[in-house]
């Protein structure tokens, strides 16, 4: 009895596609689906703000100021950026707050947060024309950010702050 081999011959016959196949081609659509839907109803680039000059309105808190500090500022004063001289933007409000620090608690083993007698804090609202992008919002070459230390004077006061808030427009969409 001889047994014959066919060695390299493919048989005629498709295949039929299986479960994985039609999963792998869902997860396909699926994702160019996904795809277009976000680059089609995604906002960056396409907000009011996302690029060139826009009205911004930042809050700036200046740390351990006098009692009398809100008084000293004159609202609709020019704001600078100390270490340039450079205009950034004109005060529209200011606000004592009470200065807080934090303190621990030995008898419950805990850290909290209190006023302290005689010491205040100042928020200063500052609108402003911006450069305004996606990677960075300038105003006058300043970068302006939350977070950011900025060194500021008025033609009264001045003193280091940070930026607490930023207000652009069209990201709200």
């Known amino acids: 009895?001889?047994?014959?081999?066919?060695?390299?011959?493919?048989?005629?016959?498709?295949?039929?596609?299986?479960?994985?196949?039609?999963?792998v081609l869902l997860v396909v659509i699926a994702l160019i689906g996904a795809a277009a839907f976000y680059f089609s109803h995604n906002n960056v680039g396409n907000s009011a703000a996302s690029s060139g000059?826009?009205?911004i309105?930042?809050?700036?808190?200046?740390?351990?100021?006098?009692?009398?500090?809100?008084?000293?500022?004159i609202i609709g004063d020019g704001l600078y950026y100390s270490e340039s001289d450079a205009y950034i933007g004109e005060v529209t409000?200011?606000?004592?707050?009470?200065?807080?620090?934090d303190h621990y608690q030995a008898d419950t083993d805990t850290v909290v947060s209190m006023a302290v007698e005689g010491k205040y804090n100042a928020?200063?609202?500052?609108?402003?024309?911006?450069?305004v992008s996606e990677a960075a919002t300038t105003v006058n070459?300043?970068?302006?950010?939350i977070g950011s230390e900025l060194s500021v004077r008025t033609s009264t006061v001045g003193g280091s702050s940070y930026c607490v808030e930023?207000?652009?427009?069209?990201y709200d969409d």
């Not at 014959?4 to 999963?23: A, C, E, H, S, T």
């Not at 409000?93 to 620090?101: C, D, G, L």
């Not at 928020?123 to 450069?131: P, S």
Request: net charge positive.
């Open 57 to 73: 309105t930042f809050v700036l808190e200046v740390k351990d100021v006098s009692k009398d500090f809100a008084d000293q500022i």
């Open 93 to 101: 409000a200011v606000e004592q707050i009470p200065y807080y620090s």
């Open 1 to 23: 009895m001889k047994k014959y081999w066919k060695v390299g011959v493919m048989q005629n016959r498709k295949r039929k596609p299986g479960f994985l196949d039609i999963l």
């Open 123 to 131: 928020k200063v609202t500052v609108k402003a024309k911006a450069d």
């Open 53 to 55: 000059t826009q009205e």
């Open 166 to 170: 930023l207000e652009e427009p069209g």
């Open 141 to 145: 070459g300043v970068n302006v950010m």
